[in-house]
């Protein structure tokens, strides 16, 4: 599906100058429920665990110099430094970067993916993700054995009855028939796609993390769940989007947070945070 295909859909979806206001004019006084706070939250990874030292390398550091071997400390990664903001209900907020920004991580730290090393994260509500479209299947089942694995992954909290409705629904959307019940590692990419888009995207939620979510399937599918994808959106409580099309995000988002350098260099309207993350991207590929 083309990006103005997808522009055009959405916005048929959305009234975006209309709705995304919070409704401050007829409200004024009513406060917005804050459904996440992010509180001075820092990330940092050891890279020695990232090694891919074979034991001979070890064995020659150890043998070069044994007391710098053991007592030498880690080297350090910042991947996030001091990140602090807050998610209301009926935000839609945007996060941009360059390549290693910390975006990714930063979604996987709120879906206690990954734990910080400081600063504290609290959610009012559950929590939805969609990030790499195969994390939780296993490839040696069936299509069919993983979606039941990925509903009660995902849908713990529902009724046996709930998710029964989520498994079949799953299946009928994904379109994959008679494949369905050949192991998953035989799958095309656009074909496992299918399959765990269909899954994750059954359900609203009260914060919905979406990492870009419509890369991997087949045209015609991306269409399809596209406009499932909007639906979610449309009736969960806030979301977090993270991706790399401008037109997605000017679309769906009212807020946009801009990453460079493990830090939160803007939080504001979507206009004038792609004004910055456009000075970012020229200054880091001039």
Do not use: W
């Not at 919070?22 to 006084?29: R, V």
């Not at 001091?82 to 709120?110: H, M, P, Q, W």
């Not at 379109?175 to 799958?187: M, N, S, V």
Request: aromatic fraction near 10%; charged fraction near 30%.
């Amino acid at each position: 599906m083309s990006s103005l295909k997808l522009k055009n859909q959405i916005k048929e979806t959305f009234d975006f100058k209309e709705k995304n206001k919070f409704k401050s004019d007829e409200q004024p006084n009513t406060p917005k429920k804050k459904i996440a706070s992010i509180k001075n939250l820092s990330i940092q990874f050891e890279l020695d665990k990232f090694k891919t030292d074979g034991m001979r390398d070890l064995f020659v550091q150890f043998v070069k110099s044994p007391i710098t071997y053991f007592t030498s400390p880690p080297e350090l990664f910042q991947v996030l430094e001091e990140v602090s903001f807050d998610i209301y209900e009926n935000e839609r907020i945007g996060i941009v970067g360059i390549n290693g920004a910390g975006k990714t991580t930063l979604c996987r730290c709120i879906t206690d993916m990954i734990k910080p090393t400081t600063g504290d994260i609290c959610i009012d509500g559950n929590v939805r993700f969609i990030f790499n479209t195969s994390v939780g299947v296993l490839p040696m089942l069936t299509g069919r054995e993983n979606v039941v694995l990925l509903v009660n992954l995902i849908y713990s909290e529902y009724s046996d009855k709930q998710k029964k409705e989520i498994i079949e629904d799953s299946i009928k959307f994904s379109e994959l028939k008679k494949f369905i019940d050949t192991p998953f590692r035989t799958y095309s990419m656009g074909m496992q796609s299918r399959l765990c888009l269909s899954v994750i995207s059954a359900k609203s939620s009260d914060l919905l993390i979406l990492d870009e979510v419509f890369d991997g399937a087949d045209e015609y599918f991306k269409d399809k769940v596209s406009k499932r994808i909007i639906n979610i959106i449309d009736k969960s409580g806030a979301i977090l989007f993270v991706s790399h099309n401008r037109e997605q995000i000017h679309s769906i988002c009212n807020r946009l947070i801009v990453l460079d350098k493990s830090k939160i260099v803007f939080d504001g309207d979507v206009t004038s945070g792609f004004n910055v993350y456009s000075n970012i991207v020229k200054r880091s590929y001039s």
